[in-house]
Each structure stands twice: as C-alpha cells, then as structure tokens.
C-alpha cells in the first residue's frame, strides 16, 4: 500500500475529501520550503503536491511562471527538491508528497537514478506535465519497480474512450483539469465541471481529484461536494509572489488559506 | 496513387506512427493538448492526398507564393571562390521573403479545412510571424503571434508588417524573452482556446504531427531542386548546405534528397560567439538529447536539465533545440551538421550583396559562409546547393548598427 491509498483510505473513513496544496520548491528562497511544507500540514493539507522548478514550463499561467524563476534564481535542480522532501520525512512519516514538473530534469538525470533518489528520500508519486503515459513508459517501469506511484491527468478535452486508459494507467489517484488553460486561469463554472467529473468518475477505480480554478474556501467546498480532493496551486503560490522579500509573512499566509479550505471543506463533506 | 503533399521515399517512412525518429520526436503534451494533436494528425492524414487539397495548396504556391522559385548559378561567388560550382535556392524570392511561407500556407489550409476561424504563431526574426498573418489575411483568419520582447526590439520592422497584416503582435516578455519563450506562450494560448484555434508552428520541431507536416509542406524546396539541377546540369548536387535553426528550410530542401546516398546534407547551425563561449545556439554541434516544446531533440542545457540561453546574431537560429528528424540524421550520418560564428555570418552577408546583388537573411547568411567555403575546397565540375531562405531587409537595422550607421 503506498501512502496517498493509507491516506486517502484513511479521509474516507473520517468521512473527508483531500486538500492537496502546491508549491514550487526553493520559491522564494530554498531553505524556507520545508518549513512551508510542514506548515501546511499543521493547517490541514492531506498531500502536498511539490513543483519542480523548470526553466520552461509550459503549461503554467503567469503566476506559477514566475514562481519557477524564482526558485530557478537560486539554482533550485531536482535533486535539490528531492533533498527537500528527505528532510521533511524526518519529522513527518506519513504526509504524501508528490513531485510535479516536467520530464527533462528527470531525462538529464535518468529515469533508474530519479527513481532510486525519490524514494530514498520518501517521495510517493510524479505527475508530470507533458508526459501522456505513451511517451512515459519506460520511466512508468522504473518508478513502479520502486513502488512509486504514477499519476495521470485527463482534460476537458478528453475522450471517454482515453479517459478510461489514463484511469487504468494512474495509480495513488487520478487528476482531473478543471479547465481548458493553463495554472491560475480565469474562474472555473463549476456545474460543468462537476457534471464532467461524474461522467468521468465511472472509468476510475482510485480517487479522482480536481485541479485547476480552486482558489478559496468556498472554491474548495464546492469541488468537495463531489470530488475525492481539490488541488490548489496559483492561489497559494500567489502568496509567495506577494511577499517574496518577507518569506515569515508567506508561513503565516499560506497557513492561514490552507485553514480557510480546510475548514469549509470539512463543513461540506462532513455536514 | 494521386498527388499528394510531401514525398514518399523509403528513409521519409519516418516518423513512425506515434511521431518517433528513431528515438527522437514524439508527443510530450498537457493532456489538453492531445485530443487537438489526434484530431490534426487525422485531418492532415486524410487531405495530404486529398485531391482538392493539394490542388488548392500546389496552386498558392504557384499564384500566391511565386513558386517555383529559381534555382540560380551563382557565377561570380563561384569565381572568388575557385571550386565547384555554387548554385542557390531562391527562398528568399518567395512572397514574404523566406521559405516560411510553403508551410503557412499548407497550414493556413489545414486551418480553413478543419473549420477553425483563429490561427495563433510564434516567431523569432519574425518571418515566420508575417508569414502566418500574410496567410490568416489570404484565409480570412484571426492572428495572433506571440514574440520575445528582445525580439521585438530586433526586428521592429517585422513587427509592423504583422500589424499592416491585421494581426495582433504579443510581446512575451518571461524567460530570456527570445523564441523559445515565445513558443512556450503559444503553446499555453492554444491550450487555453483549443476548440476554435489553430496553432501553425514555424518549424520541424514541436509535438508530433508538427515535424512531419512541417516537413512535407517544406520539401517543395527539395523537389524543385531535385528536377531543376538534372534538368539545368544533367546531375544532383554534390553537396546541399542550408542553416538550422529549428531546422525547416533545411529539412524542406534536404528530405527529398535522403536517398540519394551521394548527395552530401549539411546543415549549419548558428556558432555565435563562438562553441567555446557556450554563447550560440548550435544543439547538433554541441548540446545533450531532452525534452522540449512536445519533442525529444538535441537541446542546449546545463547538468540539471534546464534549458540555456541561446546566442545568435540572427533571431531566426536564436533556438535551444531542433527538430528531432534533424536529431536522427545526425545519428544515422545522413546529414552532417557543422557551425558558423556571428562575424563568418557577417562576412558572408556582405559578400553576397557585392558579388551578386544578393541581399541574404543573416539566418542564410550562416550556410552561404559554410557553403562557400565548402565549395572552395571541392573541384569546378561539382555542384554545392546553397539554401537562400531568406532575404535581409529585415536584417537591415542589424546591419546598420553594426556599420555605426543611423537610419531611421
């Protein structure tokens, strides 16, 4: 059993729908991510989705690119983010945490060796942008033979016949993009996208969280009422932008936003 | 078998049903991407041999475009040089002024033919750019082209000419603020407005079907060639020479040529400042295989797989990777890739102007100086084929600064 099924298994029992937190790692400064990280746990994040900076990411809107060039300001590679989660695994033995870039770092450095160092070093799964399961099967083999897991993400664009082979491919969960666009696009109508997602729920065996447009409490709460978790990344990583030259500000922020989702997911699921 | 668009040698099998060359290409996309690059590769696949479709694009390139463009003995380039005989490819004869427009229009069409009203692009130098509004105007087309801001200030006068064509011009302003950049963003536009957008991209790379489209659309280049040298010289050249940037006018010309065992390729790629600064833009010449913009390609990147920035005088090369069909040929030794600095660029720029009243793009500026030079070398019954992809006016300003010369 890896740790996102113990913990999602675990949500289910207590009647609870993931919070799944992102942020860039080294953004703004390298040594404050983990404390970050543990802070958000504190404040109710279930996993922690980690972003590997990456001089072109292309599928992130504005706020999420600059967040990258921030970290990338400090040289932040993968084997520095890949320390980082080591280093949060000593005190936190049982919080998911999730890499999510894109495949040329991990092309640099070899699919066998970025399997081996992430889970030595206690990551539970990789979500890479642009890398559809066809052009990932070889890295697929690597990372399963450590019992990493691997996590697909299926569109609005996608076919029902392709959805149900990106289900079948994910393992840990599966992740639906609420939106046509890239990170911290405009709001999100969310009847369509729940009627998507309840069409899509029939092809998928794991959980199935949303990402893409979730950007407050009541943002969060809506996405709770029938998905297994939401993801939130520009709304937290816009935190960072705004106070990059105070990073103590940035704990207390992203503390409280994290709080804020937590809670009115809880009151959604749980009432 | 009807006419259809590209050529169908044994080698041009490839790419292989999922994008690859050998290892190299593929579909490295966001999810959201993938039912619009199934939907292009269906469509692209039916109409390259849909009589209509090809009758539509072959009578563009004839009406619209200028083709066949000529294929012109350089006589007095080929006196100072004092060896085999130096013919060039007259892209730069085309309408627009580059080779860039054989693919704009194939594109534009597959546009119009799959019913999408908007066409988005990037562009480095910006001929790319004017090429796509110049076929978005012919189509009736929206366009938006996406531009580094560096670039921008580069080529102004491309800019304008975007904008007489109606298109809007978005500055992008992230990253090194060059092509890549601007690729990048066009890449988040189409994800962002799939449904009603068409993403024509200016070169061989990108994710798959670009490379083999792009490719097909471009060999007229190399089919001209082909029937032009046996018809005016009774032979096929002994060496084709074209620059490689993202690498389309020197696929287009080499592609139809990949069989002919004795027919040398040389692509040339951009040295710069020089290989040794690391400030060029020559991945085939010295750069590592990764992933980037859809396609696994020789990339220029640093040891934690970040994408470096790239030199170049000539925008349009100024590019960290390269097709991935250029990848191959490199890889099989079917195609040699050398490199040419900034001041051999600049040499060959003005030696082409006085020698043949030839003003050449400074992109094709990079293989008249390999290919002069080649020629020297090689005996005066021998042919070396010089790609001209494009013409200098753009390069004008550039030029002028350069000479500490103000024009306004």
Same mark, same amino acid.
């Given at each position: 059993?890896?740790?996102?099924?113990?913990?999602?298994?675990?949500?289910?029992?207590?009647?609870?729908?993931?919070?799944?937190?992102?942020?860039?790692?080294?953004?703004?400064?390298?040594?404050? *991510?983990?404390?970050?990280?543990?802070?958000?746990?504190?404040?109710?994040?279930?996993?922690?989705?980690?972003?590997? #900076?990456?001089?072109? #990411?292309?599928?992130?809107?504005?706020?999420?690119?600059?967040?990258?060039?921030?970290?990338?300001?400090?040289?932040? !590679?993968?084997?520095?983010?890949?320390?980082?989660?080591?280093?949060?695994?000593?005190?936190? +033995?049982?919080?998911? @945490?999730?890499?999510?870039?894109?495949?040329?770092?991990?092309?640099?450095?070899?699919?066998?060796?970025?399997? +081996?160092?992430?889970?030595?070093?206690?990551?539970?799964? !990789?979500?890479?942008?642009?890398?559809? #399961?066809?052009?990932?099967?070889?890295?697929?083999?690597?990372?399963? +033979?450590?019992?990493?897991? *691997?996590?697909?993400?299926?569109? #609005?664009?996608?076919?029902?016949?392709?959805?149900?082979?990106?289900?079948?491919?994910?393992?840990?969960?599966?992740?639906?993009?609420?939106?046509?666009? *890239?990170?911290?696009?405009?709001?999100?109508?969310?009847?369509? @996208?729940?009627?998507?997602?309840?069409?899509?729920?029939?092809?998928? +065996?794991?959980?199935?969280?949303?990402?893409?447009?979730?950007?407050?409490?009541?943002?969060?709460?809506?996405?709770?009422?029938?998905?297994?978790?939401?993801?939130?990344? !520009?709304?937290?990583?816009?935190?960072?932008?705004?106070?990059?030259?105070?990073?103590?500000?940035?704990?207390?922020?992203?503390?409280?936003?994290?709080?804020?989702?937590?809670?009115?997911?809880?009151?959604?699921?749980?009432? | 078998?009807?006419?259809?668009?590209?050529?169908? /040698?044994?080698?041009?099998?490839?790419?292989?049903?999922?994008?690859?060359?050998?290892?190299?290409?593929?579909?490295?996309?966001?999810?959201?991407?993938?039912?619009?690059?199934?939907?292009?590769?269906?469509?692209?696949?039916?109409?390259?041999?849909?009589?209509?479709?090809?009758?539509?694009?072959?009578?563009?390139?004839?009406?619209?475009?200028?083709?066949?463009?000529?294929?012109?003995?350089?006589?007095?380039?080929?006196?100072?040089?004092?060896?085999?005989?130096?013919?060039? $490819?007259?892209?730069?004869?085309?309408?627009?002024?580059?080779? $860039?427009?054989?693919?704009?229009?194939?594109?534009?069409?597959?546009?119009?033919?799959?019913?999408?009203?908007?066409?988005?692009?990037?562009?480095?130098?910006?001929?790319?750019?004017?090429?796509?509004?110049?076929?978005?105007?012919?189509?009736?087309?929206?366009?938006?082209?996406?531009?580094?801001?560096?670039?921008?200030?580069?080529?102004?006068?491309?800019?304008?000419?975007?904008?007489?064509?109606?298109?809007?011009?978005?500055?992008? /302003?992230?990253?090194?603020?060059?092509?890549?950049?601007?690729?990048?963003?066009?890449?988040?536009?189409?994800?962002?407005?799939? &449904?009603?957008?068409?993403?024509?991209?200016?070169?061989?790379?990108?994710?798959?079907?670009?490379?083999?489209?792009?490719?097909?659309?471009?060999?007229?280049?190399?089919?001209?060639?082909?029937?032009?040298?046996?018809?005016?010289?009774?032979?096929?050249?002994?060496?084709?020479?074209?620059?490689?940037?993202?690498?389309?006018?020197?696929?287009?010309?080499?592609?139809?040529?990949?069989?002919?065992?004795?027919?040398?390729?040389?692509?040339?790629?951009?040295?710069?400042?020089?290989?040794?600064?690391?400030?060029?833009?020559?991945?085939?010449?010295?750069?590592?295989?990764?992933?980037?913009?859809?396609?696994? /390609?020789?990339?220029?990147?640093?040891?934690?797989?970040?994408?470096?920035?790239?030199?170049?005088?000539?925008?349009?090369?100024?590019?960290?990777?390269?097709?991935?069909?250029?990848?191959?040929?490199?890889?099989?030794?079917?195609?040699?890739?050398?490199?040419?600095?900034? $001041?051999?660029?600049?040499?060959?720029?003005?030696?082409?102007?006085?020698?043949?009243?030839?003003?050449?793009?400074?992109?094709?500026?990079?293989?008249?100086?390999?290919?002069?030079?080649?020629?020297?070398?090689?005996?005066?019954?021998?042919?070396?084929?010089?790609?001209?992809?494009?013409?200098?006016?753009?390069?004008?300003?550039?030029?002028?600064?350069? &000479?500490?010369?103000?024009?306004?």
């Amino acid at each position: 059993m890896s740790r996102i099924s113990d913990r999602f298994k675990q949500l289910k029992a207590e009647n609870k729908k993931a919070l799944i937190p992102y942020v860039v790692a080294g953004d703004p400064v390298p040594e404050f *991510t983990v404390k970050v990280m543990h802070e958000m746990v504190r404040k109710g994040a279930d996993i922690i989705e980690l972003g590997v #900076p990456f001089s072109e #990411p292309e599928a992130e809107g504005a706020v999420i690119q600059v967040a990258h060039e921030r970290a990338l300001t400090h040289n932040v !590679s993968l084997r520095d983010t890949i320390q980082m989660v080591a280093e949060f695994r000593q005190s936190d +033995k049982n919080t998911p @945490v999730l890499l999510m870039g894109y495949i040329n770092p991990i092309e640099k450095m070899g699919y066998e060796e970025f399997a +081996k160092l992430a889970k030595t070093a206690g990551v539970d799964a !990789s979500l890479l942008v642009n890398v559809p #399961p066809e052009e990932g099967v070889e890295l697929e083999i690597a990372l399963h +033979k450590q019992g990493l897991d *691997t996590i697909y993400l299926v569109a #609005p664009t996608t076919t029902d016949a392709r959805a149900e082979y990106l289900c079948g491919k994910s393992r840990g969960f599966t992740y639906y993009v609420s939106l046509k666009g *890239t990170t911290g696009a405009s709001t999100i109508n969310m009847g369509e @996208v729940e009627a998507r997602f309840n069409h899509l729920k029939q092809f998928t +065996k794991i959980p199935m969280v949303v990402g893409f447009g979730i950007k407050d409490g009541a943002s969060a709460a809506r996405v709770a009422e029938f998905a297994d978790g939401s993801v939130v990344g !520009s709304a937290i990583v816009q935190i960072f932008a705004d106070n990059k030259d105070n990073p103590n500000a940035i704990i207390e922020s992203v503390g409280e936003l994290v709080y804020e989702m937590r809670t009115a997911m809880d009151l959604v699921s749980v009432g | 078998m009807g006419k259809a668009i590209g050529d169908n /040698t044994e080698v041009s099998s490839m790419p292989t049903a999922d994008g690859r060359y050998g290892i190299y290409g593929g579909r490295y996309v966001s999810e959201v991407l993938v039912a619009a690059l199934d939907e292009l590769r269906d469509a692209y696949g039916r109409l390259k041999s849909d009589p209509g479709f090809v009758a539509e694009y072959e009578r563009d390139l004839k009406n619209y475009v200028g083709r066949e463009s000529p294929l012109y003995f350089a006589e007095r380039l080929t006196q100072e040089m004092g060896g085999a005989r130096i013919l060039l $490819k007259r892209e730069d004869l085309n309408h627009t002024g580059a080779h $860039k427009i054989n693919n704009c229009i194939g594109q534009a069409l597959l546009a119009k033919y799959m019913g999408k009203p908007r066409v988005i692009a990037e562009t480095g130098a910006g001929q790319h750019g004017v090429a796509s509004a110049t076929v978005a105007a012919r189509f009736g087309l929206k366009c938006r082209v996406y531009m580094g801001s560096d670039d921008i200030e580069r080529q102004s006068l491309n800019v304008y000419r975007m904008k007489l064509l109606g298109a809007e011009v978005v500055p992008v /302003t992230t990253g090194s603020k060059t092509l890549k950049d601007a690729l990048s963003e066009a890449m988040r536009d189409w994800v962002a407005n799939v &449904d009603d957008t068409y993403y024509i991209i200016g070169t061989v790379a990108g994710p798959h079907p670009y490379p083999m489209l792009v490719r097909d659309f471009q060999s007229v280049i190399g089919k001209e060639t082909k029937k032009q040298c046996l018809a005016d010289y009774h032979q096929l050249p002994n060496a084709i020479v074209a620059c490689v940037g993202g690498g389309s006018n020197a696929m287009g010309i080499f592609h139809p040529f990949l069989e002919d065992d004795e027919v040398r390729l040389i692509g040339v790629e951009p040295a710069g400042k020089g290989i040794e600064t690391g400030m060029h833009a020559a991945p085939l010449s010295k750069g590592e295989v990764g992933v980037l913009h859809g396609n696994k /390609t020789y990339l220029m990147q640093d040891e934690d797989g970040q994408i470096l920035p790239t030199h170049s005088i000539s925008a349009g090369l100024d590019y960290p990777g390269v097709g991935p069909e250029h990848s191959w040929l490199k890889d099989i030794k079917r195609a040699e890739y050398v490199s040419i600095d900034d $001041k051999q660029a600049l040499h060959a720029f003005r030696q082409l102007n006085l020698l043949e009243g030839i003003l050449p793009a400074l992109e094709s500026a990079h293989a008249l100086a390999y290919g002069a030079e080649l020629a020297s070398k090689m005996s005066k019954d021998e042919i070396v084929v010089i790609n001209l992809s494009g013409r200098g006016d753009k390069d004008i300003p550039t030029m002028a600064k350069i &000479d500490g010369i103000s024009i306004s």
